[in-house]
């Protein structure tokens, strides 16, 4: 043994312990990420893994051994629940809890009946499955920041493989009865892996944290939170310094009479009216449209690559599914309209302002003509 193995445990208990804390403390201040607060708590747990291996190695005792190879797998199943809710956005907490079960019963058997080494070969086996778990529930999510994720991968990766040359030891070894607490050189790679291993997801975890929260906070910036669609100013971001490809549609919806619903039935029921419209016109569009609130009772649908007939058919089903919604107030049901203007980029060149601007001027003599229904000039002189 090139190293001391207490030592190198020691120092493992530290690492955890120190990374567990960054993790929590960045939780606390955010708190809105909770897979931070489940990585966190599993570190916490190895924490009390590694003390317990460091007393096991100078004070051989079963129980200490059972008790350690059990946090450590406890805390490796706690690390990939966190890598769950990284990419499933939720704790799948039967499948954890089957895991868990599993593990703790192959690992806590074979020592019962006095077979040692079994159970330690089985925990070192079942930590490269969970850590190989882990690593792959993050390749599945790599999209959302590849290069920290990747790394990530790699540490865990490297950390899984670790634990399978202590296993190959403890079989070579020969008999299934410890004697004496597993050391060697397999031991001493797999605790120098995680020193080199903790460290390095912490960083990197704290990097993709940043990473998202960043993103998160650019797409509350383009977001209504209201609708959840784009806002005035990201539609402008989007469409606004370029020209319009060829056969573009511009539509632009403002509900009729929005006012007198905030004033007779209150700002709830406003937003209700508000929300339900946002989601109807997004169950008639199609992938590449784009949908967006300019504000107040007003909203705008881009349609690219667009035939005359296929704008109309949007537009109309637009108007007519929302006039069917029927909305419940304390007053008895209420339903709304929505007037429609509808422009058309028919020459390339044409900038997204100037079609906006004859949308807007449609809907006037949508709202002019008698509201609830579609106003498109550029396509009567596109027919």
């Known amino acids: 043994m090139f190293v001391d193995q207490t030592s190198l445990l020691l120092a493992l208990g530290v690492a955890s312990f120190a990374l567990s804390c960054t993790l929590l403390v960045t939780w606390l201040f955010t708190r809105t990420d909770p897979f931070i607060l489940t990585w966190a708590l599993g570190t916490f747990v190895l924490v009390f893994a590694f003390a317990g291996f460091s007393i096991y190695a100078v004070n051989f005792n079963t129980l200490f051994g059972l008790v350690s190879n059990c946090l450590l797998t406890t805390g490796f199943v706690m690390l990939y629940g966190a890598s769950c809710l990284f990419t499933e956005q939720r704790l799948p907490i039967r499948r954890l809890a089957i895991i868990e079960i599993i593990c703790l019963l192959l690992i806590s058997l074979p020592i019962a009946f006095g077979l040692t080494a079994l159970g330690a070969l089985i925990g070192n086996l079942l930590n490269t499955g969970v850590l190989l778990l882990t690593a792959r529930k993050f390749w599945i ?68 944290n940043q ?43 403002d509900l009729d009479h929005f006012k007198s619903i905030n004033d007779l039935h209150g700002h709830s029921m406003g937003d209700e009216v508000l929300r339900r419209f946002a989601r109807t016109m997004q169950t008639s569009l199609r992938a590449q449209d784009v949908a967006a609130r300019l504000g107040g009772e007003e909203f705008a649908v881009i349609l690219p690559a667009s035939t005359p007939d296929v704008i109309m058919r949007v537009a109309e089903r637009i108007r007519m599914g929302f006039a069917t919604e029927t909305f419940q107030t304390p007053s008895g049901p209420l339903r709304c309209t929505v007037s429609v203007g509808v422009a058309f980029a028919a020459n390339e060149g044409e900038y997204f302002d100037a079609v906006l601007s004859r949308a807007d001027k449609a809907l006037y003599l949508a709202k002019d003509s008698g509201r609830n229904h579609v106003v498109a000039p550029d396509l009567k002189l596109v027919a």
């Open 141 to 208: 999510g790599r999209r959302e920041a590849p290069v920290w994720i990747a790394g990530i991968v790699i540490f865990y990766t490297l950390a899984a493989l670790s634990f399978l040359p202590c296993a190959a030891m403890i079989y070579l070894k020969g008999p299934l009865v410890l004697t004496a607490p597993p050391s060697g050189w397999a031991e001493d790679l797999n605790s120098i892996v995680g020193l080199i291993g903790i460290p390095g997801i912490g960083a990197l975890s704290l990097a993709l």
């Open 211 to 253: 990473a998202r929260s960043a993103r998160r906070h650019r797409e509350e910036a383009r977001t209504d939170p209201l609708t959840g669609l784009l806002n005035r100013r990201a539609l402008f971001d989007l469409c606004g310094a370029a020209a319009l490809e060829k056969s573009t549609a511009v539509l632009v919806f």
